[in-house]
Every structure is written in C-alpha cells, then in structure tokens.
C-alpha cells in the first residue's frame, strides 16, 4: 500500500461538506431542463399551429405548379374531401367503387390510361373535377363545343364532349413550374378508340336551314366570310392514331363542293406571262394580290381597287382620266349616269376648263362622245354599256387601248353577275363574297409556312374558274407534318439550311405532327373572335 494515498476517513472528511452537491444547481442539468422545455413547448407549438394554419404541405407529394403555389396551404381547394392518400384519391376520383372491377379500373386506368381499356378516362365528373371548375369554370368542355357556338346558325348537330378528369392530362405536384400537359397520346387514347368516342359524344340535332350541296360563303357574326361545307347530323366520328395515318381528309376536299365566291376571275390568264397591261416587267405575281395582313397569317382580301383597277377602269371617257364611274353601289351608278352632266363639268373645271363658255363648249363634245351608239344621249342606253357592255370591242382603237393601258371603260358584268334594271331599280351586281377563312374544325397559319412556294399549296396557275377551290389537301400537310424519316443517312447528313427547305422536309417529314401543333383541346370560353389577319 502507498503511504500517500489518503485513508478511507481523510476521504470521507474531503467531502463531507459536499453532500448536497445533487441538489446544487449546475449549468449542464440546467441545459437538460431547458431542452426540455423547449422540446415540449415545440411540440406542443407544432400541434396548435398546425391546428390553427394547417400546414399541409408536409404532406404534399410534390412542389404545386406556379399558378396553383398559393393553394399550398389549402390541399381541399382540390383534394375536396381532404383525401390526399394515393389510393383513396384514386379512389375517390372513380364513378364506381362499389364492384370490384370499378375499383380496379380507377386503380389501374387513372394514371395510364390504356388504349384498349373501355372507357379508360373514367366518365362522369368527379369531386376533383368540381373542385378544378370552381375556379376554372370555362375549362369543362371539349373542342367540338367550338362548332357549337360558332357554326350554330348553319351546323346539322351540335356535338358536346365534356372534358372530364381534368387531372388525366394536367398533372399536378410535378414541378413548380406549370402543369404538365398531355403528349398526344392522350388524345389518341380516345380518337383512336370508336368506342371511347361514341361514349364521349353527345350529339343534338340543330334544326337550321340546310347549306347548298356545293357549300356557302356566310360571315357568321364575326366579320369574316367563311367557307361553310354542309355538315350530315348522322356522320359518325373516325378513328386514328396519327396525322399521318387516318386523319379525316379537310371538308373542304369533298370534291361536291365548288367555291360560291360570285366574281368572275381566271387564275391561268392573269398568271400568263404574257398579260398585257401588267405595267412592269414581269408578269402579275400572287402577291401582287393576296398580300399578307399585319401577323401574316391570313391574307388582305381582293378588293377592286387596289387589285383590278390599275388594268379594268371605269374611267368612262377617253380625255377624262378623272372620271370614273363609281365602284361598288348600283343605285349610286344610276344616279351618277341620269345626271352625268355635272360629273363631266366637274372633270373639266379640275382640268381647268373654268371659263362658262368654254366649260359648255367642252362638256357638250364630251356628251356627244357618251352618245357613241345612238345620236341621243339615253340613260337606258347609258346604262346598258356600264353595266353589261363596255367599251365596244370592235373598234380597233379600243381593243388596242383596251389591251393596252386599259383606258377604257370595263362593265360591271365583266366581273359580276348582274341581273337585268327594271325600271325604278338599278341592275342588281350580285355581292362578290369571297371566302377570307376555309377551314373551321383545326387551324392554318401562313406565317410558319413562308418557306414554301404559293404553288405548292394552291393550283392557282392552272385554274380558270372561280368554282375551283384551289386549297391544299390534308395529304400534302402530312408529307411534312409527320414523325421524321429514322435511320435514313441523308437526314443525318442535312445541314441546317437543308432541313429547313420545303423539299426536304416534304421529303423526310419531322415538322410538328402531335395534335397539339394544330389543335386547342378547350373549347374557347366565348364566341370569341378569331379574327387575326
Ligand atoms: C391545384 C389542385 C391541387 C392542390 C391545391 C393540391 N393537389 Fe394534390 N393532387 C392534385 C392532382 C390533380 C392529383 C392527381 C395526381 C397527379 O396529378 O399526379 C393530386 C395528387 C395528390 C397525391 C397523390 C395521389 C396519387 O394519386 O398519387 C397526394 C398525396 C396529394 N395530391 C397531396 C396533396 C397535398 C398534401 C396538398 C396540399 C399541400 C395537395 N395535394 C394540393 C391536385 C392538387
Ligand atoms: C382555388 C382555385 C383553383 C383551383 C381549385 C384550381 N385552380 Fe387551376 N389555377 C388557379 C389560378 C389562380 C391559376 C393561375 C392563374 C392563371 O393562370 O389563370 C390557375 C392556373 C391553372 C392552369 C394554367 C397554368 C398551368 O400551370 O398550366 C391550369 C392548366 C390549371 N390551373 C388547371 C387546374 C386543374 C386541372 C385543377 C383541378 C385539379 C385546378 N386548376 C384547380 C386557380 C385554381
Ligand atoms: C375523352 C375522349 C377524348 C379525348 C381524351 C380527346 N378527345 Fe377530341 N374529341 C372527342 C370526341 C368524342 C369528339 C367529337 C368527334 C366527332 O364529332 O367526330 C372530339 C373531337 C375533336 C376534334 C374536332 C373538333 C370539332 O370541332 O369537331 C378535335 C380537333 C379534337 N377532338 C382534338 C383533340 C385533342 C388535340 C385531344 C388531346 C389533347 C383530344 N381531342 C382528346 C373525344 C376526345
Ligand atoms: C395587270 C393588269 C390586270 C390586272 C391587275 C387585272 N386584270 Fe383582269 N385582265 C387583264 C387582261 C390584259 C385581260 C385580257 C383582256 C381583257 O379581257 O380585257 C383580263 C381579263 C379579265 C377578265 C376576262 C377574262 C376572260 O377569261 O374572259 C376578267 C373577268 C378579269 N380580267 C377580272 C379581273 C379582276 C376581278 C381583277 C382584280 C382582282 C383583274 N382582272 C385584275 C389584265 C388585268
Ligand atoms: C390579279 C389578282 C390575282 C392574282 C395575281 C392571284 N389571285 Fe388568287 N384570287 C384572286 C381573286 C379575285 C380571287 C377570288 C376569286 C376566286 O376564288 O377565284 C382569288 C382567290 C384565291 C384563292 C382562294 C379561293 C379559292 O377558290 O381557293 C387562293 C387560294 C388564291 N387566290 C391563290 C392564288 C395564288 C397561289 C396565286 C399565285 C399563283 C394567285 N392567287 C394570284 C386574285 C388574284
Ligand atoms: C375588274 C373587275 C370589276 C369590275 C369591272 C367591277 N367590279 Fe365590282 N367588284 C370587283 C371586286 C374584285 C369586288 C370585291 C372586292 C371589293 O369590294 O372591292 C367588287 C365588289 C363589288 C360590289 C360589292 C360590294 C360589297 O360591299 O360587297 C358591288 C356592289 C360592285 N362591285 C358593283 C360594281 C359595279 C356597279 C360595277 C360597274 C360599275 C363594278 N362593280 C365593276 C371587281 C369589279
Ligand atoms: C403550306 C401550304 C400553304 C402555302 C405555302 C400557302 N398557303 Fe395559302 N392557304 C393555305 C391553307 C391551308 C389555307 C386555308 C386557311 C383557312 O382559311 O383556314 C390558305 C388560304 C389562302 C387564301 C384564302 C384565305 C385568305 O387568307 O385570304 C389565299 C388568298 C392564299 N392562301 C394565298 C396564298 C399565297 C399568295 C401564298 C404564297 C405567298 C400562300 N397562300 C401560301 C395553305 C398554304
Ligand atoms: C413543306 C413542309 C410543310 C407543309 C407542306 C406544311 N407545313 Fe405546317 N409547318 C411546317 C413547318 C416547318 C412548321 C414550323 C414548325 C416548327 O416551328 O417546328 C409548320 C408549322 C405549322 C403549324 C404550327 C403553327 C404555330 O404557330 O405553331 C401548323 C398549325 C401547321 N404547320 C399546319 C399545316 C397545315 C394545315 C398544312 C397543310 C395545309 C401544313 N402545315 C403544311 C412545314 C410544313
Ligand atoms: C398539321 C396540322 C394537324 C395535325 C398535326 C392534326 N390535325 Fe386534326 N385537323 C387539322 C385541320 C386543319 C382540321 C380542320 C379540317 C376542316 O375544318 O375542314 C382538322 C380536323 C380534325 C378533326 C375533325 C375532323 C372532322 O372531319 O370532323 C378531328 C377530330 C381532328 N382533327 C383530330 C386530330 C387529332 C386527334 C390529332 C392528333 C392525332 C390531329 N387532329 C392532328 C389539322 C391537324
Ligand atoms: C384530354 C386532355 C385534357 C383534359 C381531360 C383536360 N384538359 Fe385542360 N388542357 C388540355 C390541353 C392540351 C391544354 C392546352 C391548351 C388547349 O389545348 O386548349 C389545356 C389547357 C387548360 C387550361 C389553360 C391553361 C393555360 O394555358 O392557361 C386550363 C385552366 C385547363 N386546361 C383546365 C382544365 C380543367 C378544369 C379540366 C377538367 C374539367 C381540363 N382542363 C381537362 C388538355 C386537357
């Protein structure tokens, strides 16, 4: 044993006066109190708050879209019935829990919805759905509604498609970014499915007053005159997979159909090379009268003015440049030609033929000169040439002048359909009404498409006839809206300026070809107005 080391009682003496050291405060118990304290209060705090502002995103499968961030904290704005458990939403969204099948279908079809599954998109609106138009109250149908609203006065049917199971295609808690949307295959699963088709439409027959067989140009109420196809109450809707493979051909291809504009126009012998009266050196391009509108999108209508007048005037008489017979009302034209006298003095006076003598002198000749068929001057007469004949063209002078620099006066009927004056009536030009839009069930622009030449999309340079209706076919869109040629070595090998001509692309296919590049899947809120020139 050490002699240093102190005994049993020195020990015992060295803390007899620490006995109570235990019930001493020290700094390290007094953490643990804290902390649990804190922890207790904590919980208890989390609890109440919870309680109080339902922080429910702890919950939460995922972040929610953008537009929908501020609803974090408000999970029954969708989820209605509180159900956020996977199953139970799942559930919950199905028209029929009740059979075993019905749960298995919500079970198994609600995320992936299979081709050959009936009815795939569960039917019926579910709480969710209620829920998303509660706030979205326009979103609840369906494109067809489209026709519905806007060809309501001419369309055989009315055909509604409810856009159920809003979160079939909106997918939520994804990103924070926005809702994902569908791929095409989305829409497929029920255009290329006759049953899920049959079992989506309703159909209502419209009681409206048929369409002519050929079609009709109509301006449905938002000042576009649009091309109108008769439509049957009894067609039945297609299936297809693809643009490329069974999408219905445009209604405007029914080769029943003409083009009803009432203008007198031959295509073929104003593209001629050759046409007199042009003014320049080349020949008369599309563009010369079909310019595009401010987007670029769809054209600025023919008008009489900017396009014809240059080469058929009404100029009336060959020394008056001035004096022209009035466009585009009938009556007036009669009024103008009855008192035809006080347009000439008017003429000569802007030409400077001012003094009294003079001006009577000259507005005489020129009546005389009115007067080339008969040795009075009769209204009757008057009108006949302005309206049916024109300049004659028998005299030598005239043909050549005609041809030529077109100073002569064209007739209205050159152009129109003019039925013959009675006698408190003018004769009546039959309205031109030139279609300004063709297609109503899917959308064309022009803009993209400024790559390709106006011949391959329109047969102008062969057309005689108004009647023709000289618009592309459904088949050639698809030689470049189509999935792209795979594998083949010259696509690989195509450089960019190569890709973006219009013969390779008709050749090897790849511009934008899912529904969505040209379709909307809403239908729009209102009957809005499409116009975008
Ligand atoms: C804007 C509407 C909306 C809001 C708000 C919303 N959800 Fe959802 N939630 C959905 C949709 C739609 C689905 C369906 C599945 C999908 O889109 O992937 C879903 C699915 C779910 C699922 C899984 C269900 C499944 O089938 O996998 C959970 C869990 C969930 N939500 C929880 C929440 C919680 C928690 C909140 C609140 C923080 C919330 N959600 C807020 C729309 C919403
Ligand atoms: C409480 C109201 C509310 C509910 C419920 C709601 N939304 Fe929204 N939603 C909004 C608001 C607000 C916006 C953002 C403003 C906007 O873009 O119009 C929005 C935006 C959207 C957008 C466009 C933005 C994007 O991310 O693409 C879609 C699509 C959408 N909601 C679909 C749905 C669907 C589907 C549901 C049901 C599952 C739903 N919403 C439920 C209020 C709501
Ligand atoms: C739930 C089934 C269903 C789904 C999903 C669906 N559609 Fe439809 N769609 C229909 C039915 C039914 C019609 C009416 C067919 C008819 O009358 O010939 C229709 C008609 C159309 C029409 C013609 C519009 C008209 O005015 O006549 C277009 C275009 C269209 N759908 C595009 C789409 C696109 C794009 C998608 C995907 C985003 C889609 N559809 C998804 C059922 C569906
Ligand atoms: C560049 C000059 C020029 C322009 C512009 C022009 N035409 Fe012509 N048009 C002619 C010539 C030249 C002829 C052949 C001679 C004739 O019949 O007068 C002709 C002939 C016609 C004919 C008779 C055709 C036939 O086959 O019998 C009609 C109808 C006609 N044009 C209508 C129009 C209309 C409508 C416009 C405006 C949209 C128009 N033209 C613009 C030069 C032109
Ligand atoms: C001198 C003016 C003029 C020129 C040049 C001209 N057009 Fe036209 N175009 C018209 C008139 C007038 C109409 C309306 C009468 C009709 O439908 O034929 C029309 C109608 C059209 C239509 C729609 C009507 C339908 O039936 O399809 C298309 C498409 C068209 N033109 C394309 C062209 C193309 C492409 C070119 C060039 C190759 C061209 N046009 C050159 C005056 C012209
Ligand atoms: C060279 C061809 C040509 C001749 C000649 C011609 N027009 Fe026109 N007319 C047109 C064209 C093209 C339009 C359609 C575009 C426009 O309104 O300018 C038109 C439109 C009209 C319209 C319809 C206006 C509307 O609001 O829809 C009337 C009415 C009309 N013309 C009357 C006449 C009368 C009357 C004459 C004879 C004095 C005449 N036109 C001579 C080419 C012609
Ligand atoms: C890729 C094919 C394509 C090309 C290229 C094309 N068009 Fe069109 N065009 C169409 C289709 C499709 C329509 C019918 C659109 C509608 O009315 O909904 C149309 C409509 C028209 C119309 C009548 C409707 C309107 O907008 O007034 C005219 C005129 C016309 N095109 C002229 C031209 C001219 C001129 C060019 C060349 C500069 C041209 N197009 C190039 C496909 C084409
Ligand atoms: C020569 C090839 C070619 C032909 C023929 C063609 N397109 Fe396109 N189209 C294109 C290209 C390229 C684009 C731009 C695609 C892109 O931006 O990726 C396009 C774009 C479009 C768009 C999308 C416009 C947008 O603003 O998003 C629509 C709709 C369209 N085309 C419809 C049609 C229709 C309808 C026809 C037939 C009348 C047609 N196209 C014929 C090549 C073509
Ligand atoms: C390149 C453009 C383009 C693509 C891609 C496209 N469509 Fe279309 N579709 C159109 C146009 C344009 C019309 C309008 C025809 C008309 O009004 O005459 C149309 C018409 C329709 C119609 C109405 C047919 C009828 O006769 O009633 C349906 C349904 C339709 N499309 C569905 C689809 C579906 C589903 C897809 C995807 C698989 C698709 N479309 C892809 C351009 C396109
Ligand atoms: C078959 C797929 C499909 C169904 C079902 C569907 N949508 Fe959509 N939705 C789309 C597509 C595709 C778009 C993109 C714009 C368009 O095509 O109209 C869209 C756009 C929207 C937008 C506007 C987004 C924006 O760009 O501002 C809202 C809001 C919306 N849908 C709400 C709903 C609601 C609410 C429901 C259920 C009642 C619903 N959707 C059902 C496919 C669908």
């Not at 309206?387 to 077109?406: L, S, V």
């Not at 009927?413 to 297609?439: F, G, Q, S, Y």
Request: proline share 8%; hydrophobic share 35%; aromatic share 6%.
């Amino acid at each position: 044993m050490d002699d240093n080391s102190p005994t049993q009682k020195q020990r015992a003496g060295q803390y007899a006066a620490n006995l109570g050291y235990f019930r001493r405060p020290h700094y390290l118990r007094r953490i643990r109190l804290w902390c649990f304290l804190a922890a207790l209060a904590l919980s208890m705090g989390a609890v109440v708050s919870y309680r109080h502002w339902k922080r429910d995103t702890i919950f939460s499968k995922g972040p929610l879209s953008h537009g929908h961030a501020p609803l974090a904290q408000d999970c029954r704005a969708c989820h209605t019935d509180g159900q956020t458990d996977a199953l139970k939403a799942r559930l919950s969204e199905s028209h029929d829990t009740r059979s075993l099948p019905g749960i298995v279908a919500a079970v198994f079809t609600a995320k992936n919805p299979g081709k050959g599954s009936p009815h795939a998109h569960m039917s019926g609106s579910s709480a969710m759905d209620q829920a998303c138009l509660a706030c979205h109250p326009t979103f609840g149908v369906h494109l067809p509604q489209t026709v519905g609203l806007h060809l309501v006065s001419v369309a055989a049917e009315s055909v509604n498609v409810r856009a159920d199971n809003c979160f079939v295609c909106h997918r939520e808690h994804t990103s924070g970014d926005r809702m994902a949307l569908p791929s095409a295959s989305q829409c497929a699963a029920c255009h290329d499915n006759l049953g899920e088709l049959a079992y989506h439409r309703q159909s209502q027959p419209l009681s409206n007053p048929p369409i002519a067989a050929t079609g009709e140009n109509r301006n449905l109420g938002d000042g576009l005159v649009t091309f109108i196809p008769p439509s049957d109450a009894k067609r039945k809707p297609v299936a297809f997979s693809d643009f490329a493979h069974g999408h219905p051909p445009f209604a405007y291809e029914n080769p029943k159909l003409s083009d009803p504009a009432k203008i007198k126009f031959n295509h073929a012998r104003h593209l001629r090379p050759d046409l007199s009266g042009a003014g320049k050196e080349h020949a008369l391009d599309c563009t010369d009268c079909h310019s595009p509108g401010p987007s670029g999108n769809f054209k600025q209508p023919v008008t009489y003015e900017q396009h014809c007048k240059q080469c058929h005037t009404l100029q009336i008489l060959p020394d008056l440049p001035n004096l022209r017979i009035p466009h585009h009302d009938a009556e007036k034209v009669r009024w103008f030609l009855a008192s035809i006298r006080i347009p000439i003095e008017n003429a000569l006076r802007a030409e400077g033929v001012t003094a009294p003598d003079d001006l009577a002198k000259r507005a005489d000749a020129e009546m005389a000169a009115l007067s080339l068929r008969s040795k009075s001057l009769k209204l009757p007469d008057l009108e006949q040439r302005v309206f049916f004949e024109g300049d004659p063209k028998t005299e030598p002078d005239i043909r050549r002048m005609r041809a030529g620099n077109a100073k002569f006066l064209t007739e209205c009927a050159k152009c129109h359909e003019v039925a013959p004056p009675t006698i408190d009536r003018a004769p009546a030009v039959t309205p031109p009404n030139m279609a300004m839009r063709w297609l109503q069930k899917g959308s064309f622009t022009h803009q993209p498409h400024s790559h390709v030449a106006c011949a391959d999309c329109h047969a102008a340079k062969s057309s005689k006839l108004t009647s023709d209706i000289l618009l592309p076919t459904q088949k050639s869109c698809a030689e470049c809206h189509r999935a792209p040629d795979s594998g083949a070595v010259s696509v690989a090998q195509a450089g960019p300026t190569e890709r973006t001509s219009a013969a390779f692309q008709r050749e090897h296919g790849g511009a934008m070809w899912d529904c969505q590049a040209c379709h909307v899947f809403h239908a729009p809120a209102v009957n809005t107005k499409s116009v975008r020139h």
